[in-house]
């Protein structure tokens, strides 16, 4: 039996409630910190910067690790490490506390485009335009899995997210897909179409119910993953839209754009307009229990960066 493919309509447009403006390059990606009032972001530029969310302003040093562009970041579970992929084809996991680099990872043949953690954090798997996902031990810098066959048009593998059950692995691609997979056997369970141009980025929010999805076509899309069936309401960017990523509570989306800003979206307010909001319940109560522990861990050192 074949995969389902799911289509999109157009909804009406829908502004950002904040925008990050400094990179002098296109934005890459963007992640938020435990607490709800940091948020990174990463470029072409080189840098990783952090924010503080309400003010928009940067805060700290720039973190960098020479000149090679940053094509993607993502947050280790516990909340402790940032683990990014470069044009280079270097995998780098950062500490949070200093901003340096404590390992690099090495094996792709050509610029990593996405990265991404198990629940457990013990594992992170990259995609690169080389062709190939590797999955990674993150204590023993190791590569596990060197190559999965996906299905999309393209060889490469854009970017990559697991539901919080990890169960489900979500990919999307240069050929406009987003495709969804079981994790047990990594047979391909559906088939999500919409997007015009290639797929740049995707996230899933914490309770595990809802996906976001960045395109070269400018927009960012919203999914209900409980009936893979697309949430109408459009965010319309000035160029293409290059990451996405979720607060913790799952009501914000941040979007990085090749306009070189990121900007906040309130997806509580367009769930309530499209009549879904009752897609911010139901959290993974075993998820919540781990974030609100490294939140509280990690008190004191936001007090002190804001």
């Known amino acids: 039996m074949s995969s389902p493919i799911v289509e999109t309509g157009e909804g009406s447009e829908t502004k950002p409630c904040q925008k990050f ?14 607490g709800g009032q940091r948020m990174m972001t990463c470029s072409w530029d080189g840098s990783l910067r952090i924010w503080n969310l309400k003010s928009g302003k940067q805060i700290e040093e720039d973190w960098r690790d020479g000149d090679n562009s940053v094509w993607t970041i993502a947050l280790s579970p516990n909340g402790r490490q940032v683990v990014s992929g470069s044009k280079d084809g270097g995998v780098r996991l ?8 404590i390992a690099k990872w090495t094996g792709h043949t050509e610029a990593v485009r996405s990265v991404c953690w198990s629940r457990d954090g013990q ?19 190791e590569t596990i899995l060197s190559l999965i066959e996906t299905g999309h048009k393209r060889v490469s593998v854009m970017y990559l997210a697991w539901t919080p059950s990890g169960k489900t692995l979500v990919s999307g691609s240069v050929d406009h897909s987003i495709r969804t997979w079981n994790t047990s056997n990594w047979k391909q369970i ?6 015009t141009d290639a797929v740049f980025g995707i996230a899933i929010s914490p309770n595990g119910r809802i996906l976001a999805s960045a395109s070269a076509d400018k927009t960012a899309r919203l999914w209900n993953l409980d009936d893979n069936q ?17 607060s913790a509570d799952g009501k914000l ?9 990121a900007y906040i979206w309130d997806i ?8 879904l909001d009752d897609l911010l319940d139901r959290p993974d109560k ?3 229990a781990v974030r609100e522990t490294f939140i509280n861990s990690y008190h004191c050192t936001q007090a002190r960066a804001l």
């Open 286 to 288: 075993s998820l919540l």
């Open 123 to 141: 594992r992170v798997m990259s995609g690169s335009i080389d062709g190939t996902v590797r999955e990674w031990d993150v204590e023993k810098g």
């Open 230 to 246: 697309p949430i109408s309401s459009l965010l319309n960017h000035a160029n293409t839209v290059a990451a996405v990523s979720f």
């Open 21 to 34: 403006e400094g990179h002098t390059k296109c934005l890459e990606g963007a992640i938020y910190f435990p």
């Open 94 to 101: 950062w500490d949070i506390d200093t901003g340096k680099v």
């Open 253 to 261: 989306l941040a979007t990085g754009c090749d306009d070189s800003n």
């Open 190 to 195: 559906a088939v999500l179409d919409g997007h």
């Open 268 to 275: 509580s307010v367009i769930l309530k307009e499209a009549g």
